[in-house]
């Protein structure tokens, strides 16, 4: 793949910028996200950032974000994103609960949504969801 600079390359840059990222954290995101370049503006990051929005996401924790977890903008929304929100609402979780996630946790997002609902079944059967849902997250199907 060899992206056109003016018309793939330089707009997603110059978008990345826009959103407040630094010089420093948008070469992180560009090098952790190499296949940004073949991405949509308008069709997948744009959405990205504006249900990141609609989710409770205010524009200073966005590039936290962004920063923290580089690969969410390379998440699909209907297949991860939105299933993954849906899936901790009907657990109990409150929009201020999961934007707090998003925040602090946002590779929590990036498990497949069967994979959350499986270990957050089990944690509730414990009574250990809210405290232990990210590092239950982490571990290997053996080890959890």
Request: hydrophobic share 40%; aromatic share 6%; proline share 7%.
């Given at each position: 793949f060899n992206p056109d600079v003016e018309r793939a390359v330089k707009p997603v840059l110059k978008w990345l910028s826009s959103l407040g990222l630094s010089d420093l954290q948008v070469q992180k995101v560009v090098s952790s996200q190499s296949t940004i370049f073949r991405s949509s503006?308008?069709?997948?990051?744009?959405?990205?950032?504006?249900?990141?929005a609609a989710v409770g996401i205010g524009d200073?924790?966005?590039?936290?974000v962004i920063a923290r977890h580089q690969p969410l903008l390379g998440y699909s929304l209907e297949a991860k994103l939105?299933?993954?929100v849906q899936a901790l609402?009907?657990?109990g979780?409150?929009?201020?609960?999961?934007?707090?996630?998003?925040?602090?946790?946002?590779s929590l997002f990036g498990y497949s949504?069967?994979?959350?609902?499986?270990?957050m079944t089990v944690l509730a059967a414990q009574g250990r969801?809210?405290?232990?849902?990210?590092?239950?997250?982490?571990?290997?199907?053996?080890?959890?």
């Open positions: 503006l308008d069709k997948y990051l744009k959405p990205i950032v504006q249900w990141l200073d924790q966005l590039v936290k939105k299933p993954t609402r009907d657990q979780f409150g929009e201020a609960e999961i934007t707090r996630m998003l925040v602090s946790s946002p949504p069967k994979r959350l609902m499986q270990r969801l809210a405290r232990s849902l990210g590092s239950a997250m982490a571990l290997t199907d053996a080890n959890f």
